[in-house]
């Protein structure tokens, strides 16, 4: 290949940079030109991208974001304006493009496939909640910083003997919850995959009140039935032995320098995309499996990962009584 | 004296730990007895106070929230309720008390006081609000854990080119918004002694955008006229070159391991306490002054540190240009 | 069972507090006894083991180090002494020994077996070396733990246009040094199991110069041929386009609160551990493997974690040029 | 003035880079153009400076190091290079110098004022060993690494009933070691001021075993009589109820993030140095009094912060017993 393109998509995610970092050394090794792509497909759309020399992506593993942007973009949605951003594409040589992101990502990067342009998505997403893989560049991190805040929180809901509700990011999913209600000992995990009724939430805040816990910690997942502001609501409402008080971590969780773990993952997936582009492959997606990493076929509805299984149902409930 | 007792109260603070654990151990250097009351007043009144012991107090000072519990009392407000507080300090030797906290506490204090109890305060609170003393236990903790929460939001608000606004503790007062803002060069800054027009807010929104600034962070104090909720529909519901975002820092600025500052703070302003009792000091302030710690007599309507002043407003304006 | 004993053993590794909290709360909700034994195996030789509570365990999580003590113990290596151990164990009615540790501890566990007394073996150390599993507790934060250390050199190095050399722990395994030296960017990776020659380094120092880098980082893991100061000096006494200092960051990456992949491994470890003591087995290792947590006989000989494959030799090689 | 350039000089300290930035967007808010010089006089003497805008010294104010580079120079020792170096000021328009640096940058900056550019040093060092100033830019930031390394030190020398000995920076001043090690609640601080004899160190161990503890902290300088590994040395080669092991915190001590009081102090004095300028003064320094920030006249024997004091003596003595 002459040159290929690199754009993250979607909501960023810590070790995003890591991963165009990875993306433009591999291809410049190759001898190839490498475009950076602002703005997710928006920058497609509006024709903004620019080289990246082995300069350009120097010390920014360490940071969180994207120094090439990231969001969604409503325009390529318009076939005809994906036609449009393929011919710019061509007309700058780009025979390949990596696109680090979620699913909606890799929804896009199967379309520029359709048009002819060759495309790998690397999974960029703090949810971890992406078919086909069972772990996303940006979830260690988001998950470390969630868990960091919750052993804050947990010091000063000690220290006035309240319920703290705790809402955590994840979108759709319950998987930055159950690990980071996991790793701070949380009394209740409430993810969208496993409701909890408030009657049983009751009767665990009065056995934690009976065996004298200073705390009643609660975390939420924001797909959760109930937002943390409204079941706080509801837990003052009722008559339990802890005083509620929430807190919304909110976009905290997605900047931040990136762990070793999200740093290494999307090195080595960056380094995986190239080889593929390089092997003319095409529509897949570079993915972490059982044997480590895999670059196969790009599917919407392969299985994700699973967040509470019975194992960690089983865990929670005992290493928290 | 034979035995002392302390106390935290009020909304906890990084760096009572360290307060603690110094006057504990002065305490214990003279010989004397020292009572560790639980929850603030509330211990008083319920009695729910424990010796503590020089290993009682033995790495806690890394440590955020109390290891005494803090809050408010309400029944300590009324008379008789205090009176029979003093019997309980009188029938366990109790001569002098020492409070850590806010204005609240120190008017406990002096209640106290009135009722023939030596008292001393130290003041610990994150909000900064404290009359008479011009830095308080906590203050540096929140502030940094703020400003890293902030630096965080910017790299995740440039990848999207979004306003952000963060709402930061700090009750009636802007010093948390003030240092937090200034220390992450946030475009504005409101607080309450320093409210802004929505007119002039759009109009810097404005010009940043004609600029090129990927990003637009308005830092807000929890006691400004609108919440950071409010303000983002404002924001959203008018035309302006960013779309905006919330974050409510909330309970985690509480949290965490306290800051050398802090624990210095502490550490010296709790000896200063002892000290004072041992001089046969009651109803004073142990506070930070331009010559260093000092003991000044307990008045709430003396000065406090002052957030905004002029140099300040000019270094905002410059620097953030 | 009726009654367990737990002990860490060897150099403390942060996720252990977590482990021994996982394993007291899975056999407290077996209603058996759990017994925890001081210092190793030290505390059985010299009777130092205490009933483990519920609330005992409780907020030791996010704590690093080991509230038992760890440790190495010779008198444990003579036949007589480990009968007497066994003796003290069933005088208490400990049927079971769950040891946290690294492959010594295993050994040890090992003539427990030998001697009647079921045990099973949670891979608890700093350097990912442990025989039968790809991943031990404590590696993931001790490798986050030189990371940062490295991002904040790296700083000081391009300040000052130097060469660093950091020197990490391991033992004889390279495995932290190569991960931290891929996360970082790090121009150069030293480890037992891959040795670079003066010559080499030197060649790519002048490369490096030559393409106005900054700084150089070399990362050495402590069971390279070179310790960092004698490199250093090597370096030095060269005619070299950087200067060299060095720093050995040592036992602050024993320390620190564990990270939430360390926290849940630890755990999940803990929980599983129990499991297979009610399960009948003996002498078994909790292992981390391709399908998840396995626990497999304990052998001294099965293979250790690769560190330095050929797929992250070209990861490194590619991205840091 | 039309044109002012700045530098950074000597070992670099976080908070630089603020200092930079608000130097840079002062001076560009008056109309005037400003210079970059690269790596302190070094730049000067090898034609090394650029134009500094607004954009450039945008997001820096979070990271440690110095984006202009540091370092001492040698060749600006010789009256002739200075006279050079001044000529290509002038040759530039540049009026005025802002010299971030510690006492060697200052004698630097009092050279070029003799040789009739304008200068003023703003005081960047860690050490806090600066004449005239009881603060300085970077010491907050590195008192924080020390203990916080320090704090996760002690964790692991619980764990195994260690002395540890930490050696940290401070050249010939013992602040960081006092500050760090009173936050510590380390049981020994050795400094260059206020050195420790061998026998009085043995005794305190003595009692400190007597007494339970666990672990045995030395905080020493690097300004300390003894370097940590011939303290460590001689530790274990005398009969001492704790095995030693030392660490040296070295460069780490130097980089990272600033914290918001170095954040802060650095932008205030940036803009101070900056009005100083245009105010007419020349061969000042900025310092931190009781008063706040203050422009003095630079004089290289005014005293120095204390490091250690009769009350913090009297404070750790009390509260690490």
Redo the contacts between chains.
Sequence with gaps: MQAIAVL?SG??APGMN?GI??VT??A??RSAVVWGVE?GYDGLVNHRMHPLS?RSVS?I??????IL???RCEEFLDLEARKLCVNYLREHGVEGVVVIGGDGSMRGAKELHKLGIATVTVPGTIDNDMPGTSLTIGC?TA???A???I???????????RA?IVEVMGRNSGYIAV??G????AEMIITPEHPVELSEIFREMELAGQRGK?HFIIVTAEGAPLSAPALTERINAADNPYEA????????Q????P???D??LA??M??AAVDALWAGKSDVLVAWQ??GIEVIPADLDAPRANPWDD??D??QR??T?
């Excluded at 008080?245 to 905290?252: A, S």
């Design positions: 993250a909501g960023d890591a970092r990875a050394r591999s410049l090794e703005d082995s010390s593993m360490q940071r969180g974001g994207s942007g990231a969001g260690d998950i470390n910083t868990m960091e805040a052993d804050r929180l947990k010091e000063t809901a000690s220290a006035h003997h703290m690990q980071a996991i790793t701070t000992g200073r008080r929430f807190t919304v971590l909110g976009y905290t997605r900047g931040g320098s762990s070793r773990l740093r290494i090195t080595r960056g380094v059982r044997n194992t960690l089983k865990v005992i290493t009584t």
